[in-house]
C-alpha cells in the first residue's frame, strides 16, 4: 500500500503561483510514476502533469509553461509548482502514484484563484 498527503492548496489571486506537495509512504519502492491531476466541479478528472521514475515529464496543454511537475526521491515527494494562476484553473488538485499493479490517490487539496 501506498499512502499520499497532498498539502499547498489555497486562495490566490490571477496571476499568482502555489506550489502543491505530495508525499508518499508506505511501498515507495514499488511506484514508477506519479502525477497530479484537478476536478473542478462539474467536470471530470483530468491529468494536469506527470513524471516518470526516470524524470520525463508530461504535461496538459492548458498548463505548459506554467506549471512545473518536478519529483524529489530522497524525500518521496512529488511538487507541483504552479504560476500564472488563471481563475480556470480553480479545482480540487489530487495526487496520484502508479506502481506495476495498482494506482493510489491523495485525498485532494483545493486550489481556488479569484480575485
Known amino acids: 500500500q501506498v499512502q499520499l498527503v497532498e498539502s499547498g492548496g489555497g486562495l490566490v489571486q490571477p496571476g499568482g503561483s502555489l506550489r502543491l506537495s505530495c508525499a508518499a509512504s508506505g511501498s515507495i519502492l514499488r511506484i514508477v510514476n506519479m502525477g497530479w491531476y484537478r476536478q473542478a466541479p462539474g467536470k471530470q478528472r483530468e491529468l494536469v502533469a506527470a513524471?516518470?521514475?526516470?524524470?520525463?515529464?508530461n504535461y496538459a496543454d492548458s498548463v505548459k509553461d506554467r506549471f512545473t511537475i518536478s519529483r524529489d526521491n530522497t524525500k518521496n515527494t512529488v511538487y507541483l509548482q504552479m504560476n500564472s494562476l488563471k481563475p480556470e484553473d480553480t479545482a480540487v488538485y489530487y495526487c496520484k502514484a502508479t506502481s506495476t499493479s495498482s494506482s493510489y490517490w491523495g485525498q485532494g487539496t483545493q486550489v481556488t484563484v479569484s480575485s
Open positions: 513524471i516518470s521514475s526516470g524524470g520525463s515529464t
